[in-house]
């Protein structure tokens, strides 16, 4: 036990200070963004299994196919599926009566909603609710993952994997930025001040990435956290 004059909010010995959010990085860096939303009550978002059957009866669906992640699903790395109809040709789009299908179910969940901004999306029941679609391959940092880990999980994504609104992405990255991402320095400002989900992290844009001060580094240092990411990535693999 250790007697200490002041504990802040962040459960520090320290004074009290607090960490504002901001809309944009402090330093010269990417910015990160949330996936996007599909509100569709399930109706576009497909198991192994479930994908599986639906190519089995209508195969000419496969070019409206393209696999999907939450959190859970990046963490655990459990497949799974979305229906994708972002600039879908109308023509292809009539001769699969099964997406047809799960398109109006989409425009019946969305009718029913008392909140504007979904009554508004039912009007455009072929594409998600808030559309999200990287155009590179990304960056991805889960908004809750556990106390347990010492590091959260982030990894490399390929664009054609579509985004849940629980994962936050930094499109155009290099692998400089995935090496100070993993450090235990930017882990330690992680900890210190991110919100919490029951004990799990949650990570934040405006809060924790937005708050963190990149490193200052010589050409040297540099090449250095980029060979110590490349090993990261390697063991990944």
């Known amino acids: 036990m250790k007697t200490v004059n002041n504990i802040n909010g962040y459960l520090l010995e320290a004074d009290n200070v607090f960490i504002d959010k901001r809309t944009l990085p402090i330093s010269k860096v990417p910015t990160i963004s949330l996936g996007g939303q599909p509100i569709d009550d399930g109706n576009f978002i497909l198991t192994e299994e479930e994908k599986n059957e639906l190519l089995k009866k209508e195969p000419e669906a496969k070019e409206f196919i393209r696999p ?7 963490i655990n790395r459990k497949p799974r599926y979305c229906i994708w ?7 292809q789009l009539k001769k699969c009566n099964l997406i047809l299908e799960r398109v109006k179910l989409v425009k019946d969940f969305r009718a029913k909603s008392a909140r504007e901004s979904t009554l508004k999306a039912a009007k455009t029941p072929t594409l998600f609710g808030a559309v ?5 391959n990304y960056i991805a940092i889960p908004k809750v993952s556990s106390e347990n880990r010492r590091y959260i999980p982030i990894d490399f994504l390929k664009k054609e994997i579509i985004l849940g609104d629980k ?10 930025e995935f090496g100070v991402l ?6 330690a400002w992680m900890r210190a ?20 001060i990149w490193p ?22």
């Open 68 to 74: 999907f992640m939450m959190g859970r699903d990046f």
């Open 85 to 91: 109809l972002v600039n879908a040709n109308p023509s």
């Open 132 to 136: 999200f679609e990287c155009k590179s």
């Open 167 to 176: 994962l936050f992405t930094m499109q155009n990255a290099t692998i400089y």
């Open 182 to 187: 993993n450090s235990n320095v930017h882990m």
């Open 193 to 212: 001040i991110c919100g919490r989900l029951k004990s799990d992290y949650s990570y934040s844009n405006t809060i924790v990435y937005n708050n963190f």
């Open 216 to 237: 200052s580094r010589t050409k040297e240092q540099k090449e250095k956290i980029k060979k110590t990411a490349q090993i990261i990535l390697d063991a990944k693999n």
